[in-house]
């Protein structure tokens, strides 16, 4: 069974670390980019951050450029999202996502597009003194 | 970086209804827009990729169309499990961007 599992969430103060990580498995982790993506209480989808298959290329919203550090450890199937200067805008449930690449036409001509097709359950982050 | 709009925010519907949910890019994105839905307590699902493709699995009532900065998502004839809340996502380019969401909600 493909299955995504987020850890490393709970309760710190304003201005401090917290590590989360996403186990995968069913699937081959080392062949799809990755993307964590949060929600805060009550509110909408927010993209946080995304790591090619090598972990060659990494790419951040610019609310958390600077202070998150997205990583995967492939040998571990495992996804990380270091998270430093935390401010209680940054509370939310995250989620680990497969990014799927598809081909398809677009305006008769062949591209990719990039696509969210397993999700974690999720795991809460509170920040709060 | 680039904002995804949706219209409405919520709506209420019976079912058997005919439902269209709206979603506009900031600046063209091509066809590189997809849909989610969300339901209380759980992770979203990916219902719609490249605009108009259907995710495997996913009940045919789903539709979707639009490309440049004009996408909508329609539900043929709701049933009582699509009552939940949906997203349109860009994927053009990084920062990936969702739209506020849209809560379909029971007349």
């Known amino acids: 069974e493909v299955q995504l599992v987020e850890s490393g969430g709970g309760l710190v103060q304003p201005g401090g670390s917290l590590r989360l990580s996403c186990a995968a498995s069913g699937f081959t982790f080392s062949s799809y980019w990755m993307s964590w993506v949060r929600q805060a209480p009550g509110k909408g989808l927010e993209w946080v951050a995304n790591i090619k298959q090598d972990g060659s290329e990494k790419y951040y919203v610019d609310s958390v450029k600077g202070r998150f550090t997205i990583s995967r450890d492939n040998a571990k199937n495992s996804l990380y999202l270091q998270m430093y200067s935390l401010k209680a805008v940054d509370a939310a449930v995250y989620y680990c996502?497969?990014?799927?690449?598809?081909?398809?036409?677009?305006?008769?001509?062949?591209?990719?597009?990039?696509?969210?097709?397993?999700w974690g359950k999720g795991t809460t982050v509170t920040v709060s003194s | 970086d680039i904002q995804m709009t949706q219209s409405p925010s919520s709506l209420s519907a019976s079912v058997g209804d005919r439902v269209t949910i709206t979603c506009r890019a900031s600046q063209s994105i091509s066809s590189y827009l997809n849909w989610y839905q969300q339901k209380p307590g759980k992770a979203p699902e990916l219902l719609i990729y490249a605009s108009s493709n259907l995710q495997s699995g996913v009940p045919s009532r789903f539709s979707g169309s639009g490309s440049g900065t004009d996408f909508t998502l329609t539900i043929s004839s709701l049933q009582p499990e699509d009552f939940a809340t949906y997203y349109c996502?860009?994927?053009?380019?990084?920062?990936?961007?969702f739209g506020q969401g849209t809560k379909l909600e029971i007349k």
């Open positions: 996502q860009q994927n053009y380019n990084t920062p990936y961007s």
């Open positions: 996502a497969r990014e799927l690449v598809r081909g398809v036409m677009i305006r008769d001509k062949y591209s990719y597009s990039y696509l969210m097709d397993v």
